[in-house]
């Protein structure tokens, strides 16, 4: 974390990446809890300078539904982190805070894309990991619109776990326990999924047009 921190100083300088550093920790914390609160066995968040960082789950969820209450603590920790910087910026009229605050909207809406490794792509998979295939093209978009060799890693990483929901077999016992979730958890996940995702996008381009140009 302290490497991450020197790292993104040289780039941003120091502040800026306490704050933004500090985002990404609030974020992995709210999985490391959510792990914690399952009873999971699970390491103190990782990180790596410029590609993020994540906890260390030395015990997998048990079922779908576990695996998505864990990947959306991250994203909703998450926002509620940065919305506390953006309303301390809107108090102090600091452009520093706003702009600490417009990272943290942006990565946990990034952090959302229904595909994995991303948050979003454990999330989805309670509803039917399929849905992951509606991610890489997000990803293919987002790099022809701002290339960036993350979203290759992502990409590499996804593809297989993408053609794996495909040739799954529909009649192994395993698969049908881990992913027979409840109809009425499906839809509440789904609905809290799509509210915070409506959130984050709303919050991204509104405190992108109040940041200050130069």
């Not at 993408?162 to 016992?173: A, G, I, M, P, Y």
């Amino acid at each position: 974390m302290i490497v991450s921190v020197v790292m993104y100083a040289f780039v941003y300088g120091w502040q800026y990446a306490v704050g933004f550093v500090g985002l990404i920790f609030v974020h992995e914390m709210g999985h490391y809890l959510a792990a914690k609160q399952k009873g999971l066995d699970v390491g103190v968040p990782v990180f790596i300078p410029f590609v993020g960082a994540w906890i260390a789950l030395k015990e997998m969820p048990h079922d779908a539904e576990m695996e998505a209450y864990i990947g959306f603590a991250g994203p909703l920790v998450g926002t509620v982190g940065a919305l506390a910087c953006y309303f301390a910026a809107r108090e102090w009229n600091s452009a520093l805070l706003l702009a600490i605050s417009y990272s943290g909207f942006f990565l946990n809406l990034f952090n959302l894309i229904p595909v994995p490794p991303l948050d979003g792509g454990r999330i989805t998979a309670v509803l039917s990991p399929r849905i992951w295939l509606l991610g890489l093209p997000i990803l293919v978009a987002m790099f022809i619109y701002h290339p960036n060799p993350m979203l290759v890693i992502i990409a590499i990483l996804a593809i297989p776990q993408v053609w794996r929901s495909f040739k799954t077999n529909e009649d192994s016992l395993t698969e049908q326990e881990y992913y027979d979730v409840p109809l009425e958890k499906k839809i509440m996940y789904g609905t809290y999924y799509l509210a915070l995702l409506i959130f984050l996008a709303m919050m991204v381009d509104g405190v992108h047009q109040l940041l200050p140009m130069r």
